[in-house]
């Protein structure tokens, strides 16, 4: 694994994206220049290559629903370990979906 690149807002993440093209890009939502809708899209939408994995402090089902709806392939607690965190980015760069077992039934019942 390598760090390829660290932005502070979305305009620095996006050109970052596109600048290194990582396999793996994570998301902290504490950042408030815009919705958390928005900033999930245009993230995916500019990294059609890469996996994204959304780490939060929030434990919001509803706002865990909407990552995985506009297409987050993983979601970590920020207060987890970080070999969770490792587990988690290995899995996604696999293929896999990594959630938490707390929000997999909701995120399920959702989809159904």
Not at 31 to 37: F, K, Y
Request: proline share 4%; charged share 25%; glycine share 6%.
């Amino acid at each position: 694994m390598c760090v390829v690149g660290e932005a502070g807002n979305l305009a620095d993440g996006l050109k970052a994206i596109a600048d290194e093209r990582p396999d793996i890009v994570l998301l902290e939502l504490n950042i408030s220049e815009q919705p958390e809708t928005e900033i999930i899209s245009s993230l995916i939408k500019a990294s059609d290559h890469a996996r994204v994995i959304l780490v939060t402090s929030s434990e919001d089902p509803q706002v865990h629903q909407l990552a995985v709806e506009n297409g987050i392939m993983g979601l970590v607690y920020k207060t987890q370990k970080p070999d969770i965190l490792i587990k988690a980015i290995e899995k996604v760069y696999a293929g896999e979906v990594w959630l938490e077992r707390s929000m997999i039934a909701y995120v399920l019942s959702r989809f159904s």
